[in-house]
């Protein structure tokens, strides 16, 4: 046993070294966190929020002022083209007719002695018993009386057009979407006509007016498909179409947006209008491509310098604009795992989903690429601390 305790305490003192010195190599080495490189369908989308509204609404109002002494339809009610929905007290207006009659008449009364005056007067000047300023008094006289009878009829005709007025009708079919006034209410048409009724024309054909902003709506498209959810089906995928992009820009605290218009069929009758729509305009779709995360296009390695603020590599002649930008933004440099030790790999991007990136070129399928770096100091420095700031004691 006094010969064995020499080489008992040698091998133990080597042990204890190389320990120390596996421990001393593995707090300066790197983790690196992969992904690899797979094949899958990859779809691009465009976001935006907007509303549901009836393909064509009209709002129906009054033209004249008064009570509304009966309502014919209600929220929800299908109406026909020509069909009485309100009615407006006619009382006054019947009135204004009346008098408007009677002013006729008394003109055309008048008109018929401005025309035998006149008559009579020709006699008398062609038997030279009557002057010519008798006659040209006469012929005045007559012609003001036939100006007289345009003019009450004129009055009577808008009098009578105010009573017709005064019997709402819907100008399309549809559907009452929205009721605002009450029997016995008052509606008054000084400025606008009132609105009394909305009314949808067909709710199996909706449409979305979406605000799509600026920098997304150069990718934007008539024609391309839509998907959308609404809050009141949040397990439920609905499909529609872009039909319009529209010119106006939309400014609202100096974010400008465009309208874009999208066709939905609602055969069900599960949409309703004024629900939010969130709306995903697939822009580009590919199946079976390369695709890597989209963590490994934002990994550096700490060593590697960070590229200076506005430098920027020199593009050849006549490669300026738009398809110079798109040169730069499609070529980017990942690093790809070998051996332990990272390389970097130049390759070219194509479209994105937001997570995952397609892969034109640069790498093939199963390659890791980086897409975090850890050390086992950092590791061991990342253990949460005792937040009332002294050790933790346990009993």
Known sequence: MKRLFPWLVVIVGLVIVLLVVRQCRNSGAANYQTATVTRGPVTQAVTAAGTLNPVVNVQVGSQVSGNIAKLFVDFNSQVKAGQVVAQIDPALFQATVTQAEGDLANAQAALELARVNAKRTQDL??????????????????????????????????????????????????????????????????????????????????????????????????????????????????????????????TVQNVVTYDTVIGVSNPDLKLKPGMTANVSIIVAHKDNVLQIKNAALRYRPAEAAPPE???????????????????????????????????????????????????????????????????SAAARTSTPANPFGGPRRFP
């Not at 004129?154 to 007025?165: I, P, R």
């Not at 603020?309 to 110079?324: E, L, Y």
């Not at 990942?334 to 051996?339: A, E, M, N, R």
């Open 125 to 250: 000047f062609a038997r030279k018993t009557s002057s010519q300023a008798d006659l040209d008094q006469a012929m005045a006289n007559l012609h003001q009386a036939e100006a007289n009878v345009k003019i009450k009829q004129g009055a009577l005709d808008k009098a009578k057009a105010d009573l017709e007025h005064c019997t709402i009708t819907s100008p399309i079919d549809g559907v009452v979407i929205s009721r605002s006034v009450d029997v016995g209410q008052t509606v008054a048409a000084s400025l606008q006509a009132p609105v009394i009724f909305q009314i949808a024309n067909d709710l199996t054909k909706m449409q979305i007016d979406s605000n799509v902003a600026e920098a997304d709506v150069g990718v934007v498209q008539v024609g391309q498909d839509v998907d959308f959810t609404v809050d009141a089906f949040p397990m439920r995928t609905f499909h529609g179409k872009v039909v319009q992009v529209r010119n106006a820009p939309i």
């Open 309 to 375: 603020m506005g430098s920027r590599s020199p593009a050849p002649a006549g490669a300026r604009g738009v398809g110079a930008r798109q040169r730069r933004t499609s070529e980017r440099t990942v690093y790809v795992l070998s051996g332990n030790q990272p390389k970097p790999v130049q390759i070219k991007t194509g479209i994105s989903d937001g997570v995952v990136t397609e892969v034109v070129e640069g790498l093939k399928e199963g390659d890791r690429v980086v897409t975090a770096e850890l050390t």
